[in-house]
């Protein structure tokens, strides 16, 4: 996951890598900020090559 204010300077939140299919999971970012822009940025597929898919992706502010 990756977010930026510009569209053209992104910075990482969180790296993942050998994710399941249909388990719901929540990632804390370790350094949280507020952003105008977000991409999840997929750089492998399990070797599928043309499907992706993606149910739900909430983004989520916990209060202290």
Known sequence: MQAS???ATWTTLD??????????K???VASPGSYRYYRLNITANNG???YTAVSELGLFVSKP
């Open 5 to 7: 204010n510009d569209g």
């Open 15 to 24: 790296t993942q890598s050998d994710q399941k299919r249909a388990e719901l």
């Open 26 to 28: 929540t990632y804390a």
């Open 48 to 50: 599928d090559p043309t």
